[in-house]
């Protein structure tokens, strides 16, 4: 009998100690039902300690195999697999929410706005446009709207195509250069975390 398996890079189990297979990720047997292997118990939580514990795909092997010898177990997702363990489920405060959310916006709006003017001044782009102005007009104008308003729109514009979108709608399907970055870093992150208790296991921390 052949046992596919798809394990996750990173799960949460909350208010048990005991992780099941089919927490673990997705299962697949040719031509059977996996509802009794999904209850097929992979791990426990050995401490009563909200932290991220390390699941390697070799104990969900020996689980599976311990259970039908004659099996043959293919792994085709990850090899070791994070597990955030919960004593409870936790309602995350809206006040709270919203108020970090307002602080982060507060903070890159003001990054933004510095940079675009640091950029301005540095480029005299003030100038260009009297320049400007003066080469099509032939006179001289210290704040040459006709400019400066298509360029502002522009700029606006250049920066929601960019990010590929504006509040809740999407200009295209793609990822945002800011999600791909989070998921650059989320990937990062695990692989370090995975990195560090896999040495803690061989010290025997």
């Not at 047997?29 to 009794?36: E, M, N, R």
């Not at 001289?140 to 006709?146: K, Q, S, V």
């Not at 650059?184 to 995975?194: A, G, L, V």
């Amino acid at each position: 009998m052949d046992i596919y398996i798809k394990p996750n890079e990173k799960i949460t189990i909350t208010a048990r100690k005991i992780v099941y297979l089919k927490d673990v990720g997705e299962i697949w047997i040719p031509g059977q039902s996996t509802a009794s292997l999904g209850n097929l118990v992979v791990y426990q939580v050995p401490e009563d300690t909200e932290k991220t514990y390390l699941i390697s795909v070799i104990d969900i092997i020996k689980a599976i195999t311990l259970k039908f010898p004659d099996a043959t177990v293919n792994n085709v997702g990850e090899m070791d697999i994070l597990l955030t363990y919960q004593k409870q489920y936790k309602q995350q405060n809206k006040v709270w929410l919203y108020s970090k959310i307002v602080f982060i916006a507060l903070i890159l709006f003001t990054g933004a706005s510095t940079s675009i003017m640091s950029f301005h001044s540095d480029a005299q782009i003030p100038k260009i446009f009297q320049n400007y102005y003066y080469m099509f007009f032939g006179e001289y104008n210290d704040m040459p709207l006709i400019l400066a308003i298509p360029y502002t729109i522009g700029l606006a514009i250049g920066i929601i195509l960019f990010f590929n979108h504006f509040s809740k709608i999407y200009v295209t399907k793609d990822p945002t250069p800011i999600e791909i970055e989070m998921t650059t870093y989320e990937k990062e992150t695990n692989t370090s975390i995975i990195d560090a208790l896999n040495r803690k296991q061989k010290s025997g921390e």
